[in-house]
């Protein structure tokens, strides 16, 4: 009698696959994961814009003499910070050319009270000088409600200088009246506008003249802060 073959095992169940994500999902999620990183970066910069804009006019409101003073230091290539003492009120320069020191408070640094003689006997005030001091190809704008820190020097064969003024007037004002003012010559611009902030700085040239304006204000009444720089040949 033939025996009769065990059965076959019995093959087991294929494992149920597990529910999960179409590709084209996962890919969307990480998309968006970027875009949540980018709003984020987006954020943060606008933030900290505006953050150093109002920190910069309430320096200018809380001492302007000492924020003149600095850029004026920082915008005259013959001198340079040695060191600042903010509770005196003063600072201490160097003037490279002669190699010169010399302590002077903020107030006389901005004010124009400071006269340095280089080697080769040439004087030159820094600070505030008299506006006749500043170009007359130099745009002047009309509606200024405080003139801070003007310096000018004639040195290397180059002119140049800076005017720190308030207006009442928006930045776009400030920028459309020198815009009509200066109607020759090649522009570059850029501006930001953060809620109540805006910043816009915009420089124009012509045939070796060069003017870079800065106008920074925040709106809501405050006065917008103004530095215009200049340079050209010395004529």
Not at 104 to 119: H, R
Not at 121 to 144: C, H, M
Not at 181 to 207: F, K, P, Q
Request: proline letters at 8%; hydrophobic letters at 35%; a negative charge.
């Amino acid at each position: 009698m033939e025996e009769t073959p065990p059965p076959a095992p019995a093959m087991p169940p294929e494992p149920t696959p597990k529910k999960g994500l179409h590709p084209v999902a996962w890919v969307g999620i990480g998309c968006g994961g970027l875009l949540i990183v980018a709003i984020i970066g987006i954020a943060l910069a606008v933030g900290f814009f505006k953050r150093k804009v109002n920190e910069f006019q309430a320096e200018m409101a809380a001492d302007p003499h000492r924020t003149a003073a600095e850029m004026i230091v920082k915008l005259n290539p013959d001198l340079e910070m040695v060191s600042d003492d903010e509770t005196a009120g003063e600072m201490t320069i160097r003037v490279k050319s002669s190699g010169e020191e010399m302590t002077v408070s903020y107030a006389d640094l901005a004010d124009g009270k400071i006269t340095v003689t280089d080697d080769d006997g040439t004087t030159t005030q820094i600070g505030k000088v008299d506006l006749s001091e500043v170009p007359a190809w130099v745009p002047r704008y009309p509606k200024v409600i405080e003139t801070g820190a003007v310096y000018h020097q004639d040195q290397g064969g180059r002119s140049q200088g800076m005017m720190m003024f308030t207006t009442a007037d928006t930045p776009e004002q400030v920028v459309a009246f020198y815009d009509s003012a200066i109607a020759s010559g090649s522009t570059s611009s850029s501006s930001v506008n953060l809620g109540s902030t805006t910043r816009v700085t915009r420089t124009y040239e012509d045939a070796g003249r060069k003017i870079t304006l800065t106008a920074a204000g925040s709106g809501g009444g405050d006065p917008t802060q103004v530095t215009l720089n200049y340079e050209s040949p010395t004529p």
